[in-house]
T-cell receptor
Framework: GQQVMQIPQYQHVQEGEDFTTYCNSS?????IQWYKQRPGGHPVFLIQ?????EVKKQKRLTFQFGEAKKNSSLHITATQTTDVGTYFC??????????FGSGTKLNVKP | SQTIHQWPATLVQPVGSPLSLECTVE??????LYWYRQAAGRGLQLLFY??????ISSEVPQNLSASRPQDRQFILSSKKLLLSDSGFYLC????????????FGSGTQLSVL
């Protein structure tokens, strides 16, 4: 199957600090999605990016899709303890099957 | 509204025993169905993908198989479990035109001993 690389694997931040996770593919993507998984739970959809260079915001979360549609990032401004969890990107090459990155586990210290 | 049911929540099976995990979706028609496996602390590995009844795409050669006997039913099976089959199995669905977002079931934690 296809592979998408996601870094970092872990991130520990103090509450109020920013957080960013990155995904990279060697092959051009059709679209990319982002999910959040709380400990013990299942992944929950956050957003989908389709257009080259697209930027979307959800409150403190900013999602970017690279111009070449090979990379994406999720940035959280001023983290809160409720942001704790693992963030996954899910890449698609033909708008149907989704290949997940290895995830970035975020821990926020109050 | 759409719902997805996956069971059982936890399962402990001996090596060499058979496996059957079932997933059903309600409230939508002709969904795309997926089986993913998540090893402890790791990402999700796509195992099987189905766009319709009897249509199964296998992503990784392995000890597992999948079937879709009905439009909204997806079954993951094995004839003889291996230790390496342990993991968290997640069923998911999506539909065309709904952002193709994946809606996940609550998962099955499988331990093969």
């Amino acid at each position: 199957g296809q592979q998408v690389m996601q870094i970092p694997q872990y991130q520990h931040v103090q509450e109020g600090e920013d957080f960013t996770t990155y995904c990279n593919s060697s092959t051009t993507l059709s679209n990319i999605q982002w999910y959040k998984q709380r400990p013990g739970g299942h992944p929950v959809f956050l957003i989908q990016l389709v257009k080259s260079g697209e930027v979307k915001k959800q409150k403190r979360l900013t999602f970017q899709f690279g111009e070449a549609k090979k990379n994406s990032s999720l940035h959280i401004t001023a983290t809160q303890t409720t942001d704790v969890g693992t963030y996954f990107c899910a890449a698609s090459y033909n708008f149907n099957k989704f290949y997940f990155g290895s995830g970035t586990k975020l821990n926020v210290k109050p | 509204s759409q719902t997805i049911h996956q069971w059982p929540a936890t399962l402990v099976q001996p090596v060499g025993s058979p496996l059957s995990l079932e997933c059903t979706v309600e409230g939508t028609s002709n969904p795309n169905l997926y089986w993913y496996r998540q090893a402890a602390g790791r990402g999700l590995q796509l195992l099987f993908y189905s766009v319709g009844i009897g249509q199964i795409s296998s992503e990784v050669p392995q000890n597992l198989s999948a079937s879709r006997p009905q439009d909204r039913q997806f079954i993951l099976s094995s004839k003889k479990l291996l230790l390496s089959d342990s993991g968290f199995y997640l069923c998911a669905w999506s539909v065309w035109g709904l952002d193709e977002k994946l809606f996940f079931g609550s998962g099955t934690q499988l331990s093969v001993l």
